[in-house]
């Protein structure tokens, strides 16, 4: 006789589901789309990341049309004309580099862990590429740490806007300011709303 316990046996035998639930559960697909369209935009950042990084070396090499890209798209302005590279637009372009590459990574958390949360599951056990954070992500997990990236994301755009103060008004600094904060803030509710949500050691048993 085997001692395997009855109650499990027909948990682990699902039943079909009926026509309508089952048209419900499928509609969970139609985020494909959302998730391939956010691939395609990661591709975008890709190639801009490369035409940047592509500016700042021809820049350093003395190339005045690749300096004036640079300067034009991290905002720089001084009153007197930039002729060479210098550590300030260098600071401001690596600095936008970095931010490229947070927003990258912010959509990698939102594919992947959407994806596997929201759609269906990837099957990366076991793989040696397997994102540590994976392995144990669920709606609140990916809330916190879509929080935490938004932070570091704001906290690199503050301190470009710092950097080249002169170019904005004490209003857009202050209103930054403010923002990154909100951002601190709502993060930190989030973690304290999920701790406080999570099950205690004794209901988990």
């Known amino acids: 006789m085997s001692n395997q316990d009855p109650l499990r046996a027909v948990e682990?035998?699902?039943?079909?589901?009926?026509?309508l639930p089952n048209l419900i559960f499928a509609s969970r697909w139609l985020q494909l789309p959302l998730y391939l369209g956010l691939i395609v935009a990661q591709a975008v950042y890709v190639v801009h990341f490369l035409v940047?990084?592509?500016?700042?070396?021809?820049a350093a090499f003395g190339s005045k049309d690749a300096l004036q890209a640079l300067i034009t798209s991290i905002g720089y302005k001084t009153t007197a004309p930039v002729a060479t590279l210098n550590e300030t637009v260098i600071m401001l372009v690596v600095l936008a580099l970095i931010d490229v590459v947070m927003i990258s990574n912010l959509l990698?958390?939102?594919?992947?862990?959407?994806?596997e949360t929201f759609v269906s599951r990837l099957?990366?056990?076991?793989?040696?590429?397997?994102?540590?954070?994976?392995?144990?992500?669920?709606?609140?997990?990916?809330?916190?740490?879509?929080?935490?990236?938004?932070?570091?994301?704001?906290?690199?755009?503050?301190?470009?806007?710092f950097i080249n103060a002169d170019n904005y008004t004490d209003r857009v600094l202050i209103a930054q300011t403010?923002?990154?904060?909100?951002?601190?803030?709502?993060?930190?509710?989030?973690a304290v709303t999920d701790?406080?949500?999570?099950?205690?050691?004794?209901e988990q048993h």
């Open 12 to 19: 682990g035998k699902a039943s079909p589901l009926r026509p």
């Open 52 to 58: 940047e990084l592509l500016h700042l070396v021809e």
């Open 108 to 115: 990698i958390m939102v594919i992947v862990g959407g994806y």
């Open 123 to 161: 099957n990366l056990e076991g793989h040696r590429d397997q994102p540590e954070w994976l392995s144990h992500v669920n709606a609140s997990v990916l809330k916190v740490k879509l929080a935490t990236a938004i932070i570091g994301i704001s906290s690199i755009h503050l301190l470009k806007t």
């Open 178 to 190: 403010a923002i990154h904060i909100t951002f601190l803030l709502s993060a930190m509710a989030i």
């Open 195 to 202: 701790r406080l949500m999570a099950p205690s050691p004794a």
